[in-house]
Nanobody
Framework: QVQLAESGGGSVQTGGSLRLSCARSGTYVRTTHLAWFRQAPNKEREGVAMITTDYTKTYYVDSVKGRFTISQDAAKNMVYLQMDDLKPEDTAMYFC????????????????????WGQGTQVTVSS
């Protein structure tokens, strides 16, 4: 089993920055994709950023391109999401997720393709 724990959320004003962290622990399971999703009240869970564990690919939803950066530190079992130039529409609960299967590009942001999830960390951006 893989346990994921997010941290780093908080409240910022428009234009501010936050860095989310996701700590991975538990039994070693080879994962293929690590991703950040977010979910705002009354909205579906949305994929934000993805990185393959072999470091070859990163992928972002259009709305965060140029503002968010996903990275990982395999030695520390950490995944990060640097969020800059935050906007009120970025307000949501942010979740870290891990997949153990090879995903096609069309599935990078399909929540059902990810087997392991953290509990989430809240990000609130005020105008």
């Amino acid at each position: 089993q893989v346990q994921l724990a997010e941290s780093g959320g908080g409240s910022v004003q428009t234009g501010g920055s936050l860095r989310l962290s996701c700590a991975r622990s538990g039994t070693y399971v080879r994962t293929t994709h690590l991703a950040w999703f977010r979910q705002a009240p009354n909205k579906e869970r949305e994929g934000v950023a993805m990185i393959t564990t072999d470091y070859t690919k990163t992928y972002y939803v259009d709305s965060v391109k140029g503002r968010f950066t996903i990275s990982q530190d395999a030695a520390k079992n950490m995944v990060y999401l640097q969020m800059d130039d935050l906007k009120p529409e970025d307000t949501a609960m942010y979740f870290c997720a891990a997949s153990v299967t090879l995903l096609a590009r069309t599935s990078f942001f399909t929540p059902a393709k990810y087997e392991f999830w953290g509990q989430g960390t809240q990000v609130t951006v005020s105008s």
